[in-house]
């Protein structure tokens, strides 16, 4: 079974540019989630969805991101404008309902110069 | 507030020797904890979890964890260290209505040849 699909896996950006990072979550799964790995913060959750439905997004850093899930097998991170500080790797996994086990991506290493 | 420490940022061992890669947890009720390992520009992979049941869990690639109630603790443990175990390693606790992971900060392994 194909795993949880990210792209790009590398972006290089120039501050200001607008960056959309995109994610294939595992099919069936119902939960979808969007992480953030820095080396001052960790792996901090983003957001996440729940059938399509944007559940929490309490840990979206300010209103330069937002993400979508237009459907259950497609969602979107957008930046817009980048900064430089939004540099990291930014992870989406996916879960079943009736599961434990959150599965992630390979994820996206995104650096804005 | 619920959390999950790692105390070790860095673990060197030799190759064939036993490992030990330490986890508190500080979670209300029963906790779910996971253990997940990030090589070298990849996505984090599963390796284990408690939920309930036997205290002695086990993995992929040969790891197991001990749930420790007494002492709030789930340290990963592997009898004989390979050089390709060398990665970071993340334990981490579910929490909120979604099930989301929370992870420590990260334990270092590097396994000596």
């Known amino acids: 079974d194909a795993g949880v699909i990210q792209s790009p896996r590398h972006e290089v950006t120039e501050m200001g540019q607008e960056v959309t990072l995109r994610c294939k979550p595992i099919?069936?799964?119902?939960?979808l989630f969007w992480y953030r790995q820095t080396m001052m913060r960790g792996l901090e959750l983003l957001i996440y969805f729940n059938n399509n439905v944007p559940i929490d997004d309490s840990g979206m850093p300010e209103d330069r991101f937002s993400a979508k899930m237009p459907n259950a097998s497609f969602s979107t991170l957008k930046i817009q404008p980048s900064e430089p500080r939004d540099s990291a790797v930014y992870f989406c996994?996916?879960?079943?309902?009736?599961?434990?086990?959150?599965?992630f991506g390979e994820g996206s290493w995104l650096t804005v110069v | 507030a619920q959390s999950v420490a790692q105390p070790e940022d860095q673990v060197n061992v030799a190759e064939g020797n036993p490992l030990t890669v330490k986890c508190t947890y500080s979670?209300?009720?029963?906790?779910?904890l996971f253990w997940y390992v990030q090589y070298p520009n990849r996505g984090l992979q599963f390796l284990l979890k408690y939920i309930t049941g036997d205290n002695l869990v086990k993995g992929s690639y040969g790891f197991e964890a001990e749930f420790n109630k007494s002492q709030t603790s789930f340290h990963l443990k592997k009898p004989s260290a390979l050089v390709s175990d060398s990665a970071l390693y993340f334990c981490?606790?579910?929490?909120?209505?979604?099930?989301?992971?929370?992870f420590g900060s990260g334990t270092q392994l590097t396994v000596l040849p």
């Open positions: 979670v209300s009720g029963n906790p779910y």
């Open positions: 996994a996916s879960r079943k309902a009736s599961g434990n086990t959150i599965y």
């Open positions: 981490a606790f579910v929490s909120g209505s979604a099930r989301q992971l929370t």
């Open positions: 099919s069936g799964h119902d939960y």
